[in-house]
């Protein structure tokens, strides 16, 4: 494994910014908070921490972000988004806002609050390609992936356990090139494997 510490942004407008800022340091990356185009400019991979979609697409509209932002995704720039991360991530978000914009660095579609009212919040055990043993996930009125495009990679789904419901075998973590996205929340859990994956990805991508 390469000693390099990538330098990765951590979209700073909204959201759980704390908690990805400490698992990547864990993961053995220098980690910036990003809210101006400059700071954006300084580091090689970008997380979009969860929240709120719509709130953060607004927060980058008014930040001046939203042009620099998808400029970079395209070019390459490695990316890793968790629930509302995910969503601002997606090629389509269904059940959202009118004036909700899209990164779109991932050809995916993606339902937000998919799983529901009354599944609101909840915690599951999953297979993650990549990742030994299973990984806990916490899904916090998390979307799911209704569509992926053929470029995409899925890395993860909700088991097919009779609780589960209608969410048995929902996509909930895919990847495409060296763009990440998870419907849940790896950095609440204190599991960095994740981050790991997204930091070796930077790592080889500089
Ligand atoms: N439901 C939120 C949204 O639409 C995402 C929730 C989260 O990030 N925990 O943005």
Known sequence: MSVVQPLVGVLAL????REHAAMLERAGARVLPVRRARELSEVDGLVLPGGESTTMSRLLESFDLLEPLTERIEAGMPAFGSCAGMILLAKQALDGRPDQRQLGGLDIVVRRNAFGRQVDSF???LEFS?????LHAVFIRAPW???VGDDVEVLARVP??????????RIVAVRQGQVLATAFHPELTGD???????VELVRDKR
């Open 160 to 169: 097919e356990t009779p609780a589960a419901g209608a969410a048995a075998g």
């Open 192 to 198: 960095e494997r994740v981050h790991r994956l997204f």
């Open 145 to 147: 992936v209704e569509k």
């Open 130 to 134: 990549g990742i030994d043993g299973p």
């Open 14 to 17: 909204q959201g759980d910014v």
């Open 123 to 125: 915690e599951e055990d």
